[in-house]
């Protein structure tokens, strides 16, 4: 059944909805903001809901004010921004490639960015803020290296995926490399930053993401027209007057950006960009890139997955980095095998 309605305005103008994408998106808002608030509550003094409410409204006591506003609201933030910022950059990946496998986890770019991560810990035993900076920059170089690799006339998915396979490779081992080289106190930071996590994040990983994100995402949703034409092939698109380099290319810098910037925000989490552009299509049925959708099931799977680590294991136990990966790990079998039955692979 088409759920697709025709919105008129005021002013005579004209807006198809999407019914089921919308109610969506909306679900997957409020479940994020669910979850969210009972992760501010959730560690070893616990508040109830409603209390954290009331905090947030500006009607706690002193000790709620400072356990959520300076110690939980930033880090739960960073993880809503975090997993949104995945959530789009992999749905962006996935649709200019028109290959579900085609997501940041499978193109190296968390490879390159935990390479230049473990360049600043390993080489110059760098601060917090250098390593983040050495994340944000590796991600860029893997990523523009992959897509100069890849140009040949253009640039087109399955080159991309097997270039980003190729130089996810040689990242890893260069990453292995270091690890092997650096003492055992190094070595210990950085497979802690390399596992992925939101422990310890405050409010200065808070406003870059902040920034970034509303710069990009209004930029990436104008877009979404051209991107959603392009899936008909180039020579379509540019007949329905798509400049489709220029648009491709303008995507896949804003995927790069977003994903590189959450990667150095809270270290390399696995598998949110691959699976949720996947699992929001699946819940809209809509053909496109989903993009709204994809970034609200981003941000909503990994303040969940940290806020069933935390009440599993207790507060900073497990990394949320783990939860995503073994997750995201048999939600990718599984895709390999569907993909397999249905003939695509």
């Given at each position: 059944?088409?759920?697709?309605?025709?919105?008129?305005?005021?002013?005579?103008?004209?807006?198809?909805?999407?019914?089921?994408?919308?109610?969506?998106?909306?679900?997957?808002?409020?479940?994020?903001?669910?979850?969210?608030?009972?992760?501010?509550?959730?560690?070893?003094?616990?508040?109830?809901?409603?209390?954290?409410?009331?905090?947030?409204?500006?009607?706690?006591?002193?000790?709620?004010?400072?356990?959520?506003?300076?110690?939980?609201?930033?880090?739960?933030?960073?993880?809503?921004?975090?997993?949104?910022?995945?959530?789009?950059?992999?749905?962006?990946?996935?649709?200019?490639?028109?290959?579900p496998l085609g997501s940041p986890d499978v193109l190296g770019l968390g490879q390159g960015a935990t390479a230049g991560a473990l360049v600043m810990i390993v080489l110059f035993s760098g601060s917090a803020a250098q390593?983040?900076?050495?994340?944000?920059?590796?991600?860029l170089a893997t990523g523009l290296a992959i897509y100069l690799l890849a140009w040949k006339r253009g640039v087109h998915g399955y080159r991309l995926v097997l270039v980003g396979i190729g130089v996810s490779a040689i990242?890893?081992?260069?990453?292995?490399?270091?690890?092997?080289?650096?003492?055992?106190?190094?070595?210990?930071?950085?497979?802690?930053?390399?596992?992925?996590?939101?422990?310890?994040?405050?409010?200065?990983?808070?406003?870059?993401?902040?920034?970034?994100?509303?710069?990009?995402?209004?930029?990436?949703?104008?877009?979404?027209?051209?991107?959603?034409?392009?899936?008909?092939?180039?020579?379509?698109?540019?007949?329905?007057?798509?400049?489709?380099?220029?648009?491709?290319?303008?995507?896949?810098?804003?995927?790069?950006?977003?994903?590189?910037?959450?990667?150095?925000?809270?270290?390399?989490?696995?598998?949110?960009?691959?699976?949720?552009?996947?699992?929001?299509?699946?819940?809209?049925?809509?053909?496109?890139?989903?993009?709204?959708?994809?970034?609200?099931?981003?941000?909503?799977?990994?303040?969940?997955?940290?806020?069933?680590?935390?009440?599993?294991?207790?507060?900073?136990?497990?990394?949320?980095?783990?939860?995503?990966?073994?997750?995201?790990?048999?939600?990718?079998?599984?895709?390999?095998?569907?993909?397999?039955?249905?003939?695509?692979?």
């Amino acid at each position: 059944m088409n759920s697709n309605r025709v919105v008129r305005t005021p002013g005579g103008l004209s807006v198809r909805l999407d019914v089921r994408a919308a109610v969506v998106v909306a679900v997957l808002l409020l479940a994020a903001l669910a979850a969210s608030v009972l992760l501010i509550g959730t560690g070893d003094f616990p508040i109830s809901a409603g209390d954290v409410l009331k905090t947030l409204a500006g009607n706690g006591n002193a000790g709620q004010e400072f356990i959520v506003d300076e110690l939980r609201l930033p880090r739960v933030l960073v993880g809503l921004l975090v997993g949104a910022s995945l959530g789009l950059g992999g749905a962006l990946f996935q649709a200019v490639t028109r290959n579900p496998l085609g997501s940041p986890d499978v193109l190296g770019l968390g490879q390159g960015a935990t390479a230049g991560a473990l360049v600043m810990i390993v080489l110059f035993s760098g601060s917090a803020a250098q390593v983040t900076m050495g994340a944000l920059a590796g991600g860029l170089a893997t990523g523009l290296a992959i897509y100069l690799l890849a140009w040949k006339r253009g640039v087109h998915g399955y080159r991309l995926v097997l270039v980003g396979i190729g130089v996810s490779a040689i990242v890893t081992a260069v990453n292995g490399y270091l690890l092997t080289v650096s003492d055992i106190v190094d070595a210990a930071r950085a497979v802690v930053w390399m596992t992925g996590s939101l422990s310890g994040r405050d409010w200065d990983q808070v406003w870059p993401l902040l920034a970034l994100c509303a710069v990009l995402v209004p930029l990436v949703l104008a877009n979404a027209r051209g991107l959603r034409l392009m899936e008909m092939g180039d020579d379509v698109s540019n007949a329905l007057g798509v400049r489709v380099e220029r648009v491709r290319a303008l995507l896949m810098v804003a995927a790069v950006l977003l994903t590189a910037t959450a990667t150095a925000a809270a270290g390399p989490v696995s598998f949110v960009a691959l699976t949720a552009p996947q699992l929001a299509r699946r819940l809209t049925r809509s053909p496109g890139p989903n993009l709204l959708s994809s970034l609200c099931m981003g941000a909503a799977l990994l303040v969940t997955a940290d806020l069933a680590s935390q009440r599993i294991f207790g507060a900073d136990q497990l990394p949320v980095g783990v939860v995503t990966g073994v997750l995201g790990g048999v939600y990718l079998l599984w895709l390999l095998v569907a993909e397999r039955k249905a003939g695509r692979i």
